[in-house]
């Protein structure tokens, strides 16, 4: 446990010093605090359309820190061949895999936590502080972390075969499918219209792609009369298919990994 924390405390290391994150950090945190100055309606309507767009902003910076902070780490530990170091001493290449993923994941929470901070100022500047509405805002950011998780762990396995660029693109459209197609495949296995075909295939892509949406609870925290039914249970639920999914795209990078020549 000892060597899968060090190599994860590197790499929580390398990503705070690297200057891409923070570029792309220190613009969200920008636009999070001018986002009240963007929206001229009615205080009510502001209210609602201020947490949509800093919502929106923390998900989208999310998602492109998670797929930048993986698509390049084990591609780079292997062209500057600092692989070789790590995998003579007694490291096992899974304990690397593990290693890596966690030190990314600590240091996406840490950046999801930041923006979550300037939310909650800008928030309680632009209405005041309210400690239920803050309780009602930090849930989206929460839930982001855990869709997060997902996406770095599609993109560490895809960094173990694939390069850099290609992985940008694999891990960015099955996002977009897990989070915009969800309830379109949904509703094929759902209508009794549909052939046992199509609804096979939908049935498949469901177990194959991550639902992305499931983490999307941003309408109840912007429309406070909307509420998620057994919302404990949702959440637990929701967490709960986060760390199986991560755990099988960790085991699936780690046999691949260990398959590789490097």
Do not use: H
């Not at 010093?17 to 963007?38: D, K, Q, Y």
């Not at 530990?77 to 007694?90: A, D, F, G, S």
């Not at 849930?139 to 982001?144: A, L, R, V």
């Not at 309830?183 to 892509?205: D, I, P």
């Amino acid at each position: 446990m000892s060597v899968i924390l060090s190599i994860a405390s590197t790499t929580l290391g390398e990503a705070i010093r690297r200057r891409v994150l923070l570029v792309i950090l220190l613009i969200a945190l920008g636009s999070l605090i001018i986002a009240p100055g963007l929206s001229v309606l009615q205080p009510r309507g502001q209210q609602a359309a201020i947490t949509s767009l800093t919502m929106g902003i923390i998900q989208m910076t999310s998602a492109l820190i998670a797929i930048v902070l993986t698509v390049y780490m084990i591609p780079n530990e292997i062209e500057r061949r600092t692989i070789y170091t790590i995998l003579c001493k007694p490291v096992q290449r899974w304990q690397f895999v593990v290693g890596k993923y966690l030190g990314a994941v600590a240091a996406l929470g840490m950046m999801i936590f930041f923006m979550t901070l300037v939310l909650i100022f800008v928030t309680s500047l632009n209405s005041g502080f309210d400690i239920a509405r803050v309780q009602e805002l930090v849930k989206g950011p929460f839930m982001y972390f855990w869709q997060m998780a997902i996406l770095s762990a599609v993109a560490m396995m895809f960094s173990t075969f694939v390069t850099p660029l290609v992985n940008f693109f694999l891990s960015s459209g099955i996002f977009i499918a897990g989070t915009v197609f969800s309830s379109v495949f949904q509703s094929f296995m759902e209508n009794r219209g549909t052939n046992e075909l199509t609804k096979t295939l939908a049935s498949a892509v469901q177990y194959i792609i991550p639902n992305f949406a499931l983490y999307n609870v941003q309408n109840p925290i912007i429309n406070p009369g909307q509420e998620i039914v057994n919302e404990f249970g949702y959440y637990l639920q929701s967490v709960g298919y986060a760390l199986l999914y991560v755990v099988g795209l960790l085991v699936v990078a780690i046999l691949i990994f260990d398959r590789r020549e490097v």
